[in-house]
């Protein structure tokens, strides 16, 4: 089943502009991961945060976690038009390797 | 590194027959491949955990007399659909964990999108 929720479920922005977008999930989990998909592929993986991190960073993507709230955050910074696609988060229980999506956030980046 | 490649992209079969599709890691072995389906627009649903060597663990609601998945060996995992009818159209995913990771990452492959008419 899936845990996770995840606001906006849409998001239109102008290149250049940051994009935003947060998870709830409703257990404990081990760690969180962040995918994104382009529209009909498959999803590639963005970045994983542990239960025992506060705070991720890769290139233009930065990720939060707060386990007192159970949530996290993704935020894309300076947005290009290669940045449309979705979102997902995705959960990961202890001593369990299955991940429990989220609903996604659809990006669009306007040109 | 870590591609995952599935095959067909796309089916189109007629309902009542039978319909295989392959997962392979290319470049690296996975004990554990994952299989998924996805409506439109909507997120990935956990359809069964494929373990090398072994049974399927299937999630509650799937029923693994449909969606037959084999795990031959440490680089492929084939998902059978049985008796396709046309709510079983569907994109299905395959993921993959590097068994000699220890990461929880998992490697997708691309898609297959089937049709039943």
């Known amino acids: 089943s899936q845990q996770g929720e995840e606001d906006p479920q849409a998001l239109s922005i102008q290149e250049g502009e940051n994009a935003t977008m947060n998870c709830s999930y409703k257990?404990?989990?081990?760690?969180l991961q962040w995918y994104r998909q382009n529209s009909g592929r498959g999803l590639v993986h963005l970045i994983l945060?542990?239960?025992?991190?506060r705070e991720k960073h890769s290139g233009r993507l930065r990720v939060t976690l707060d386990t007192s709230k159970k949530s996290s955050s993704l935020l894309i910074t300076a947005s290009r038009a290669a940045d449309t696609a979705s979102y997902f988060c995705?959960?990961?229980?202890?001593?369990?390797?299955?991940?429990?999506f989220g609903a996604g956030t659809t990006v669009t980046v306007r040109a | 590194g870590a591609v995952v490649s599935q095959h067909p992209s796309r089916v189109i079969c007629k309902s009542g027959t039978s319909v295989k599709i392959e997962c392979r890691s290319l470049?690296?072995?996975?004990?554990?491949m994952f299989w998924y389906r996805q409506f439109p627009k909507k997120s990935l649903m956990l359809m069964a955990t494929s373990n090398e060597g072994s049974k399927a663990t299937y999630e509650q609601g799937v029923e693994k007399d449909k969606f037959l998945i084999n795990h031959a060996s440490l680089t492929l995992s084939t998902l059978t659909v049985t008796s396709a009818h046309p709510e079983d159209s569907s994109f299905y995913i395959c993921s993959a964990r590097d068994a000699t990771g220890l990461g929880y990452e998992q490697y997708f492959g691309p898609g297959t999108r089937l049709t039943v008419t």
């Open positions: 945060i542990r239960s025992n991190e």
């Open positions: 995705a959960t990961a229980f202890h001593n369990d390797y299955k991940l429990s």
């Open positions: 470049d690296f072995q996975a004990t554990t």
């Open positions: 257990t404990s989990i081990n760690n």
